[in-house]
């Protein structure tokens, strides 16, 4: 299994998410520190669940850095999030 479809399992299991968008952007950061030939070590990740209301931006974070923590502390070395709470406005 990729690293992508692990952390999409992972974060569908955790928050149930009305929407999940994944993105490999480790060709972004080619020759940059943690990249690795073959990718899967920078990602982007967007997600709306109803697990995020009434969190703020650092909880829900904590959150899914919690949930992926097997692969943070493995082969990805970035992560970007955008999370939101179902029915808020993305910024």
Known sequence: MSTKDAIINKLREAFLPESLDVV???????????????????????????????KTRIERHRMINAALAQELAGSVHALAIHAHAAGEKAR
């Open 24 to 54: 490999d952007e480790s060709h972004l950061h080619e020759g940059h520190a943690g990249h690795k030939p073959g990718g899967e070590t920078h990602f982007r990740v967007y997600i709306v669940s109803p697990a995020f209301e009434g």
